[in-house]
Every structure is written in structure tokens, then in C-alpha cells.
């Protein structure tokens, strides 16, 4: 460890050689990010869900109507779901285009590192350095190659917090600060207001001034995309609106925990997350808190504030899942590129720096060429396929599976699949929707179907795949043309 109480922040490279490293990082990148999403599939929970509300407003030409399953979907707000159907309009429906635009945004995301590494600093070499932790985050490569909003989400915070430091020079750039808040917003709901917080947060600390008629003007621009979006599914949809979403803020914001002493322990729950998953880089990282807490630089307090901001947020919420935290891993990088150069000499951290970058240019080949493969719709894709084939357009399919209301694997057949469900999503209701079908076709799992149906009720079966089969009654009283205009429901 150097004897300095920090780094020096300045150049270790003619401008050049650290423009020349900026690119070749840049292309890497790209691969890396772009390269793996041309395989595998897509996950039910997220994944699949947010690509069939596009593929519905794909196909309806409806961009106001976010339906999931012939219902509503009132639980998330539509920009991702946009981005991905704009993608699907010219070039169909696929998985590699619903991933494409969290890929793209993190590609987005490690350029824009590089810029806010430099800018806070003085140095563009930091820079540089806070690039390539970014790029060889892996916790964060992961979510990129998912269609997810997480990462478009952190792409739209870090985007805010660049602008809003460029407002130090040009207040207009707040008012831009406050567009890609609203942008954030719209891609994650309450998750957005941590952006203008961490900007009332900043305005007060470093005793910022912004001049009035802007911070009116951010404010505004802020609140009224949302305020448009949620008015008019307010208007359209009344009081099930209220319902749907107090009952989602329920289950993932506010809702009671089990045991009921994990509502205070969130904080610690992340703090151990983030000990076991963000390495190499946590010692840096750590390293680089200590010396912007040190320096007491009000350009780079700003990066301790972020960190905070989604922290304690994410800590006092019902749902503890590290990827929340994402919108955090900017500051971390940049962090970790201070903390490097406090730990290690200029010249080990330059010279480690140009025996790593041909490392992960051997190791971006190897992804780009034998990319991991990813599979989750293994037994719902086939299913869904041949579901779809064995009936008419409007007709309708009955789900059920073991009682479980698995909206992953209906989320999946919705996609992969051309048809809407009657769920069944308990096991004492399995009986009535068996013998007072509301179907002819069903989509049950194979115990199920082994005990309750395969010698008890006359069926054919249409399709096995996995735990799961598809079969048709026969000789019911199903209606054979219930359609989808008699399912108004949402999937959740």
C-alpha cells in the first residue's frame, strides 16, 4: 500500500494511451454485453412477463393497454415493456430482442461510468479504471443479459446523476437530470423517487444552490410523465387499480415478514449480500469510501450519498434481493478505482491494467464464442407450443399445478404460447374445474394429472413435456369457443 492518504488523481497515462484503453474497453464490452443474449430463453417471473405485455402490445397496436394473460397488468409501469415492442415491430417477436435493451443499457451504463469516473475526479485514468471494474462486475453482466428492468433502471439513474452534475455548470442539464428521473419512474415506479432524493439530499449537504425557477421546473418533470401514466390507468381502470396496487406494495414494499423481526434487518441482510458477491472489488471499494469520507471533496461526496440513498431504501423494504442494489454499482466502481490507486502504486495499478485488459480480451472471445446457456422454459415452451396448435384462436386453456399459483410458467406459455388461461390456482378448486369445465383443453402437472384425471376422467393427451401435461377432455359439457373477451383477468 502506497504511503499517500490517497490517490493524487491525476493522469497516469499520456491522454492517448488512456483514450486508446477507453476504446478497446469499450468494444470488449459490447461483446461481452451483446454476444450472450443471442441464446437461451427467458425466466417466467420477470423475464417472460415483462416481453408478453410487448408481444400484447405488439399485436393489439394498443401502447396505452399493458395486459398480461387478457387483463390488466397494473402492478409495473410500461417504458421497458415499450422499449422491447419497439424492437419487436420491424423484427418480430424473439428472445435475443427482449433482452436486447438491458443489454444495451448496460453497455450505456459502463461508458457512462467512465465519463462520471473522470468528471468527479480530475483523472481521466479513474475513469478508465471505474470502466473496467464495471465491465468485469459479474453480478452486474448477469442482469445485462436479462430482460429485466434492473438494469435499464440503473442506466437511467446513472444518466440522472451525470446530468445533475453537469447542472453545476448549466442548469438546464437539471431539467435533464429530472427527465431521465421520470424515465427511471417509468421503468421502476416508487423505486424512481430515490433519484430526486438523492438530489434533495445532495442540494442540502454540499449546499448546492440551484436556482429556483430550475429545481420548479425539475420537479415538474419529474412528477408528471408518472402522474399522466398513472392517471389514466386510474381512469381507465377505477378502483381495481387501488386494489391491484396496494396489494403488489403489499407483497414487495410493506408487507409483514415472517418471522416478524426481519422487518428490522434488511440493513444487514444487504451489508452480507454485497460481502459475498462483490468481489474482487469489495477491499477496493471499501478502500475508496474511506478516502472520499477522508478527503471531504463535495464532488466526490456525492458517490457516499448515492450508495446511501439506495441502501437504506432497499434496507427498509419488505423484498431483500441484491439486484435492487444495482443502481448503487456505478458509485461502487468508481469507489473501487479510487481505492486502487490507494492501495497499489501508479505504477502496478498501470501496468496490472495492461496485463488484464488482454485477459478479458481472451476471456470476452471465449464468452462471445461459447456463450453460457441459460434455460428455463424447458417443459412450459413445448407445452405452450402444442397447447396453442391443439386449439382455436379465442379458446381458452386451464392451468393448474400442484395448488401453486406459478405465474412463472403461465408467464412463459404466454409467451412462448399463443393463448390466454383460466388458472387454477389452488388445489380445492381443482375438482369443480374439472368436472364444471370452463375448458376443453388443460395444462396440468403430471402427478396431478396421474391421480385426479388419467383414469378417473375421459381425456387424450396432446402433449408431455417435463412435470407437465396437456390434455383434452373428452366428451364434457367445456364450452369449446370460451374465448378471451370472457377472461378479463391479469395473470397476477
Known sequence: MSDTPGPSFRALDPLASINRYFWILAVLSAIVLLAPIRVGDLAGYDDARYALVAKHVVQ???????????GPALEHP????????????????????????????????????????????????????SMFVMATTIYFLKYAARAMTDVPFTFFFLAAVCAWLLGQEDSRWVLVAGAFAALAQLTRAMAGFSIPLLFAIDVIVNRRRVPLRYLIGTALIVLAPPAAWYAQWIYRYGAEFFVRD??????????????PWRRYTGAFEYL?????SYWPWLPAMIAGMVVVIRRRDR????????????????AITRSRVLRYMLPAYPAFSILSAIGLQW??????????????????????????????VNLHAVDTRPIALASTAATAPNELITFYDDGAPRYDEMNEMLWYGNRYFVPVLESRSLPRALHMPKTRVFIMDANTFRTQVKSRIPNAIIARAGHLVCFRLLDTCAKPTACIGNNRRDDR
Open 272 to 276: 452480507a449480500m454485497i460481502a459475498k
Open 60 to 70: 393489439s397496436h394498443h401502447w396505452l393497454e399493458i395486459e398480461s394473460n387478457g
Open 299 to 314: 464532488k466526490l461526496r456525492i458517490l457516499i450519498l448515492w450508495i446511501a440513498v439506495v441502501y437504506a431504501l432497499c
Open 78 to 129: 410500461p417504458l421497458f415493456s415499450w422499449m422491447q415492442a419497439v424492437l419487436f415491430v420491424p423484427f418480430g417477436l424473439s428472445d435475443p430482442l427482449a433482452k436486447l435493451p438491458s443489454a444495451l443499457c448496460g453497455l450505456g451504463v459502463i461508458l457512462l461510468v467512465a465519463w462520471l469516473g473522470r468528471r468527479i475526479t480530475g483523472d481521466p485514468f479513474i475513469g478508465v479504471l
Open 343 to 372: 492501495f497499489f502504486s501508479e505504477r502496478v495499478v498501470r501496468n496490472g491494467l495492461r496485463i488484464l485488459t488482454p485477459a478479458l480480451a481472451i476471456f470476452v472471445l471465449v464468452i462471445a464464442i461459447h456463450p453460457p
Open 246 to 259: 396496494s396489494t403488489y406494495l403489499n407483497q414487495e414494499v410493506y408487507g409483514p415478514l415472517s418471522p
